[in-house]
């Protein structure tokens, strides 16, 4: 079987960096950004938000490759990500796999949140240029 980056890699990449993508993802943090604070509690509107998140996000990714791909799987993916990893571009892997960490989700989110506010705060490395692209030039 052939590698993932021949298979999916560059579509993945292109698709993470395209301009709808982006505002998706801009939108999504823009409109949620609210409810998240800088605590340690988890509280059950940050489970929503993040599982809505992962929807919208692998809905999108989905649908984009099964566009170039008809037999793409979601599911097989992921499990071929998880088990080839050395076949991944880094900066992509980290992409998706922020798609799967809470943690790095709501780091983001507030750190977008900050931003927006005009308080320093650097975006984590991980969640690629799509969030620093995406941000309104002030």
Known sequence: SSGINAE??????????E???QDLQDEFLSEHCEEFE?????KLVYTEI???????????????????????????L???IQSRRDEVDPEL??????????????ETILNYKSQRDGEMGEFPSLVVTSLACGLPKS
């Open 19 to 21: 301009d709808g993508f």
């Open 50 to 76: 993040y599982n809505d998140y992962i929807t919208q996000i692998e809905g999108y990714i989905s649908r984009r490759l099964k566009e170039l791909h008809p037999s793409f799987q979601m599911d097989i």
């Open 38 to 42: 800088k605590d340690k509690e988890k």
């Open 93 to 106: 892997f980290d992409t998706l796999a922020s798609f799967a960490d809470f943690v790095l989700f709501k």
């Open 8 to 17: 999916y890699g560059g579509h993945l990449q292109d698709i993470v960096l």
């Open 78 to 80: 992921l499990s071929l």
